[in-house]
């Protein structure tokens, strides 16, 4: 049978690495798929570059629209990136019958019910593994590897250049801009590193996920992102001390409603930095590695790890897709796997909930006057707000400041407590004349 044709937009990193890929494995992946797929048209802005990597025998263009208008192209790849041109020329791709793959999880959690939509209306398949996780492939895994459970929760590292920066702070006792300039250095980093480091590019790929997780629309805008540039090395210190690691997670979990609490059902949506156990696997996921964690009822927790960036690894989830498209695309559209895991007609419209109604338990770091009663005006507080407490860790002031020392520095865990609960306790507790600078609040999974 006739290879099917493939055409690239943009031949950067992800872009080499799929060709290169697909061009070193061409018979075992034409095994796989029952017939040769072949990269047959080019389109980056840089032609001379891209001819070099593809050598003479491929066409390459400077427009990728003279790509989506080959009608001897059946699947476009996209590897732009970004939300500008990408969004056109996929938008297009779709609406001239091509199927599409891309990595682009930006495009995706921001306008993929527009995207699905539209791909849904022309009978053609929008593919994104490498979007997620690069290398590792969560979403066959949770479209279709988990299809018998009700999802409860996922958690992953999802984001290798926040793990790349906690763990050499952690292990090096570096700060924070050294170590940031190393990832970048690296190649770890997005375009725009304030996407890594503000957990945009995580809370990006958990929207993606929870959508397929719980059959809900993609909705970027209610997702709860905080990064990691506030984190002091301390408390990475002080959670160790407390049996913790601190890692950067992006969380989405099923909420049954709890009439008793007043807690109506919903989805937390939500990347932070977050303490776990140091026991938990996920809690040794070192360096620009990623993993992921679901729980559904049915199987118990799993674990996925693997890269979560760089060029053949997420070449690798690029061409999974590509395979996947090209035993399916003579299928009746009716029978694919739908792009979100659910029939589109079958989608929750379950609430995502907002922060404050998010049940989480905390680290707490507060610097205090080191005289008595401290601790006692501090516990009353939570105690009278129903915050109960786990565990409690107060330094001597000299190990803090230094000899002589008047101020030290009181640790908290405490047990689950609703967000906007404890809002009100770090309101009060920041009010008293012994909080000396401003309280430091980490969210804390036990992940079980
Ligand atoms: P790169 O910047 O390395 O590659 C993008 C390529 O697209 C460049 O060669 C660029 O050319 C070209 N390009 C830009 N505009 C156009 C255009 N209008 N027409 C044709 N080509 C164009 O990006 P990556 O390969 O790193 O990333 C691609 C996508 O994959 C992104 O969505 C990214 O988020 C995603 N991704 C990346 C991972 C990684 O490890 N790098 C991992 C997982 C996902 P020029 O350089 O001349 O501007
Ligand atoms: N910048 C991303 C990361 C690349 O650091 O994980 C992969 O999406």
Known sequence: MKAIQVGLLGIGTVGSGTFNVLQRNQEEIKRRAGRGIEITMVADLDTARAQAAVGAGVQVVADARAVIANPDIDIVIELIGGYGIAKQLVLEAIEAGKHVVTANKALLAVHGT???????????????????AGGIPIIKALREGLTANRIQWLAGIINGTTNFILSEMRDKGLDFGTVLKQAQALGYAEADPTFDIEGVDAAHKVTLMSAIAFGIPVQFDK?????????????????EQLGYRIKLLGIAKRRQADVAKGMADGIE????????????????????????????????????????????????????DLVDITRLH????????????????????????PMSEVVTSYYLRLSVSDQPGVLAQVTGILAALGISIDAVLQREADEVGGEGATATDLIILTHDTVEGTMNQALTQMQALPTVLAPIVRIRKEELV
């Open 269 to 320: 949506l939500r990347v932070h930095p977050s303490l776990v156990p140091a026991k938990r696997l996920i809690a040794n996921v070192e360096g620009a590695m990623n993993a992921v964690m679901v729980h559904g009822d049915a199987v118990g927790t799993t674990l996925y790890y693997g890269k979560g960036a760089g060029s053949e690894p997420t070449a690798s989830a690029v061409i999974a």
């Open 223 to 239: 997702a709860y992102v905080e990064g990691i540039t506030q984190l002091g090395a301390q408390d990475i210190k002080y959670a």
């Open 114 to 132: 527009e995207i699905f939509a539209a791909a849904h209306r022309k009978g053609v398949m929008v593919a994104f593994e490498a979007a997620v």
């Open 330 to 353: 003579t299928a009746d559209a009716a029978q694919r796997v739908p792009h979100l895991a659910f029939q589109p007609d079958a989608m929750s419209d379950l609430r995502v909930l």
